[in-house]
């Protein structure tokens, strides 16, 4: 079965970086995108951007470029997403998600990374 | 700017049909998914391209699309139900979310 397992909660000081991993099993990780989502705290959905496992090619959210960084390794099956430079705003839960096909939707998502910034 | 615009709360009575909409302007142009979340839970993918449901999904879910609206309809609500829902459509290779609309079954 098709799973989305995601690295522990981690919490790092303001300007700090994290790095979250994202190990997928179940199905073939070149053939789908894996998209990053977030959640603060009591609030909805952001997408973030996401990877193309087999090219590596990446799309970021506006909003995050020049901030976050989405890197693969393809022995592993693992996805990773780097956020640099964090304030408390970036405080929130992080999940990876599988491309469904492109701009479908997504239909595995992992258990999500709570990520807190505090000084 | 690219906007998908949600009530932030509905209420049903069991076994009774809920509808959630999601707007904005020309959506009926593009495909819209809708997301499921329980409390503590992940998002779990309801419909896609507007109506498909994907496998597992209760046949009590469907969708529309048209104009500058989509819906996300259920049918014979069940407490099961209760729970967060979000639309997503794309502007250009942006993905964005609706505000998410918050379904109680009283």
Not at chain 1, 84 to 89: A, K, N, T, W, Y
Not at chain 2, 65 to 77: F, Q, V
Not at chain 2, 80 to 98: H, I, L, P, R
Request: charged share 15%.
């Amino acid at each position: 079965q098709v799973q989305l397992l995601q690295s522990g909660a981690d919490m790092k000081k303001p300007g700090a970086s994290v790095r979250v991993s994202c190990k997928a099993s179940g199905y073939t990780f070149m053939d789908y995108h894996i998209h990053w989502v977030r959640q603060a705290p009591g609030q909805g959905l952001e997408w973030m951007g996401w990877i193309n496992p087999n090219s590596g090619d990446t799309n970021y959210a506006q909003k995050f470029q020049g901030r976050v960084t989405m890197t693969r390794a393809t022995s592993i099956s693992t996805a990773y997403m780097e956020l640099r430079r964090l304030r408390s705003g970036d405080t929130a839960i992080y999940y990876c998600a599988r491309d469904l096909g492109i701009q479908l939707g997504h239909d595995y998502w992992g258990q999500g990374t709570l990520v807190t910034v505090s000084s | 700017s690219f906007k998908l615009t949600q009530p932030p709360s509905v209420s049903v009575s069991p076994g009774q049909t809920a509808s959630i909409t999601c707007s904005e302007d020309k959506l009926g142009a593009r495909y819209v998914s809708w997301y499921q979340q329980k409390p503590g839970q992940s998002p779990v993918l309801v419909l896609y391209q507007d109506r498909k449901r994907p496998s597992g999904i209760s046949e009590r879910f469907s969708g529309s699309n048209s104009g500058n609206t989509a819906t996300l309809t259920i049918s014979g609500t069940q407490a099961m139900d209760e729970a967060d829902y979000f639309c997503q459509a794309w502007d250009s290779n942006t993905g964005v979310f609706g505000g998410g609309t918050k379904l109680t079954v009283l």
